[in-house]
């Protein structure tokens, strides 16, 4: 056994302790393990013991049965600050007849913690630290603890692979988000997968085609959120044949040559791009170049792309059973991604700066651009246009393109400015006064705020009511 040196919390030593009064076993178990070896500190901390749920309920005043069929227990209790923390604690078990490439037809509460682990996915989540020494006293101090590895996940931590425990086949045939998540760890981790391992993901595709569209989207957004390069595991989901499985839109971009302006083909520099972009639109970022391949003129030209690319992007969160809210937000960012604002450069000739004047939006061009893409999506899309830039060597972008936007946006924003229906001087109630109903109301009060928009001295009452009648 080897030795790991860290501070278990106060209330999950609380947890152990109540377990082990009552006779039972109990470990710390998965991943909050591994990320101690690793020198993460652990976001929760799951527990492992034989006793069973039933028991367990009695054991922990305020508990919660998460998943009495599996052994699953939400323990709650209160740390140093009395602030209630929950502990998710399982009892040992063994699995069989796996049905749907996720459900086991029989789970079998037992008392040994070997075969416990021995029905879990990677060998780093089958380490298990026993908590019944004398150590859980409860101090808030590093110990030094015992890890009992029976399948050598410590060597390959340190050998930086993602190695399924047992055979990989078996491992992958009984849960098919197994695949997603190797996938997933080894970009989160940077690690290699181990060729075996490596092997049966491709082998076993079916059982991952069965897994839900809702599982799938999860996992894949704990990857792109959670990996400093994300696009260690989507090459790593190309290759196995998993991508094609739920988002194969992307691999048509694979091999597209770009012939002006890029370095990379469309779909590595979605990748690039996606790599460098903030988490709040990785996925904006991944999807934002989409719809070139279908747009793709021959000549380095790809017109409509961006169009293209939102209706792609909308099919492709809907069928990953994104929510409305999060759908929407993404196709405005890919279908805005391609604005350009013509702006001034040191050295610029008194020709090329009469030129770029003639090119200067108005402030109604502003206007529209900020309704367009909405007030609080501005500061999303600067950083996608900044990301695909910054992925891409041979870009003609230059930074003081946002930065002059920026300031353009400010003195428009500065004037009086209806950017929204919310925004007119009137509402519905006063259009129905004049006759109106319907949804003409609602295609009045549109046609009105194109008007102010162009004019926003126009956004007055009785101006208003007047164009109503003239629209």
Not at 397 to 422: H, Y
């Amino acid at each position: 056994m080897e030795k790991v040196k860290f501070l278990i919390p106060d209330y999950v030593q609380k947890v152990a302790r109540m377990l082990l009064k009552e006779g039972y076993q109990c470990y710390l178990v998965g991943g909050a393990l591994r990320d101690v070896v690793l020198g993460i500190i652990p976001d929760d901390y799951d527990l492992a013991t034989d006793a069973t749920p039933e028991e367990m309920l009695h054991i922990f005043p305020k508990s919660v049965a998460t998943g009495m069929r599996f052994g699953m227990v939400s323990a709650i209790v209160p740390d140093e600050n009395g602030e209630n923390m929950e502990v998710q604690v399982t009892t040992f078990r063994s699995e069989e007849g796996y049905v749907d490439g996720r459900w086991p037809t029989k789970v079998t509460f037992i008392k040994e913690i070997d075969q416990d682990l021995g029905r879990r996915d990677f060998t780093f989540n089958a380490m298990a630290l026993d908590l019944s020494s004398d150590s859980l006293d409860g101090a808030n101090v590093e110990k030094e603890w015992e890890v009992y590895d029976p399948f050598d996940g410590m060597r390959d931590l340190g050998l930086k692979v993602v190695r399924a425990v047992g055979t990989p086949l078996e491992r992958f045939k009984e849960d098919g988000l197994r695949a997603y998540k190797a996938c997933r760890m080894a970009a989160q981790l940077g690690f290699d997968i181990e060729e075996e391992t490596l092997k049966a993901i491709s082998q076993s595709l079916p059982v991952a085609a069965q897994v839900s569209m809702e599982r799938v989207r999860d996992e894949f957004m704990k990857m792109l959120l959670n990996s400093s390069k994300p696009s260690i595991g989507i090459e790593l989901m190309r290759k196995t044949g998993l991508l094609e499985l739920f988002m194969p839109e992307l691999l048509e971009g694979y091999g597209v040559v770009q012939r002006k302006f890029h370095a990379d083909d469309v779909y590595y520099h979605s990748l690039k791009t996606c790599d460098v972009a903030p988490d709040r639109i990785k996925l904006a970022a991944l999807l934002h170049d989409i719809g070139k391949p279908r747009k793709d003129m021959g000549d380095g030209h790809f017109y409509g792309h961006d169009t293209e690319g939102a209706a792609m992007t909308e099919t492709i969160m809907t069928r990953l059973r994104f929510s409305k809210h999060e759908i929407k937000k993404v196709v405005n960012l890919v279908k805005n991604h391609m604005f350009y604002y013509p702006h001034y450069e040191d050295g610029m000739s008194e020709e090329d700066q009469q030129k770029l004047k003639d090119k200067e939006w108005s402030d109604s061009a502003v206007r529209r651009f900020i309704a367009r893409v909405g007030e609080e999506n501005l500061e999303d899309l600067f950083s996608l246009r900044i990301a695909d830039a910054s992925s891409n060597p041979m870009t003609g972008f230059k930074p003081e393109e946002i930065a002059q936007l920026q300031i353009r946006i400010s003195e428009v924003r500065s004037k009086d400015m209806a950017l929204k229906v919310t925004d007119l001087k009137i509402n519905g109630n006063d259009l129905q006064a004049l006759g109106f109903s319907g949804p003409e109301v609602g295609r009045k009060l549109k046609a009105l705020l194109e008007k102010v928009i162009d004019d926003p001295m126009l956004n007055q009452k009785e101006t208003l009511l007047e164009l109503s009648r003239e629209i």
